[in-house]
């Protein structure tokens, strides 16, 4: 049983470029979620899908950030604009649509840095 | 809007001593979840342990439990016989869904173990 995997695992840019990441989430997991996490913090939501749908989006959610799941299994997460605020570890978490659907298993992260 | 609280930034026990990590938080949900995260340096987050609010008996895994005081909001995490690999950035989070289906999490505890 593969875990969540996430590409890349470092990401630097430069102001204004955009980056996409990419989630895999545990097979057969029907939950995804996007959380970002910044230095000596907890992790923060951001957005989250049911299979392909996407069911849910916090106000961190500027309308630079955009996430898309297409056939509901991978999930790419893209930022538009790069500010050196979006600075910060990006974290991928997935889990079942049924029993213990609570329960989220995390990737191990982008680490984005915006010079 | 929910919050968790951790109130220790950081810990330190020595080997193989007994440490409990502190939480507390806030949710006008009745039915809900919470969970214990660990954080190893640049590696990726791991589930510790989870209670679902509506058990009364606290959690149990190997050398982790909590001790789950509802009335009190109170969800503190136990650790016996510390070990060096348990070093680590502890997270409390919470699952509460009522339409908020991401974890809300604590701003982490760091523990250290000294041999």
């Known amino acids: 049983d593969t875990g969540v995997s996430q590409n890349p695992r470092h990401k630097i840019t430069k102001r204004g470029q955009n980056v996409t990441f990419r989630c895999d989430p545990i097979?057969?997991?029907?939950?995804l979620y996007w959380y970002r996490q910044t230095l000596g913090q907890g992790p923060e939501f951001l957005t989250y899908?049911?299979?392909?749908?996407?069911?849910?989006k916090s106000r961190l959610l500027s309308d630079r950030f955009s996430a898309e799941r297409p056939k509901g299994s991978f999930s790419t997460l893209e930022i538009q604009r790069t500010e050196q605020g979006d600075s910060a570890m990006y974290l991928c978490a997935s889990s079942p649509s049924t029993v213990f659907r609570e329960t989220q298993y995390f990737g191990p992260g982008t680490r984005l840095l915006v010079l | 809007a929910q919050t968790v609280t951790q109130s220790q930034p950081e810990m330190s026990v020595q080997e193989a001593e007994t440490v409990t990590l502190s939480c507390t938080y806030d949710t006008s949900e009745s039915d809900y979840y919470l969970f214990w995260y660990k954080q190893p340096p640049s590696r990726q987050m791991i589930l510790v342990i989870r209670?679902?609010?509506?058990?009364?008996q606290n959690a149990t895994e190997n050398r982790f439990s909590v001790n789950f005081q509802k009335a009190a909001k109170s969800f503190s995490l136990k650790i016996s016989d510390s070990q060096l690999g348990d070093a680590a950035m502890y997270f409390c989070a919470l699952y509460s869904g009522g339409g908020a289906d991401g974890l809300t999490f604590g701003k982490g505890t760091h523990l250290i173990i000294q041999p």
């Open positions: 209670q679902e609010a509506y058990k009364q």
């Open positions: 899908f049911q299979n392909e749908a996407q069911l849910e």
């Open positions: 097979s057969e997991h029907n939950r």
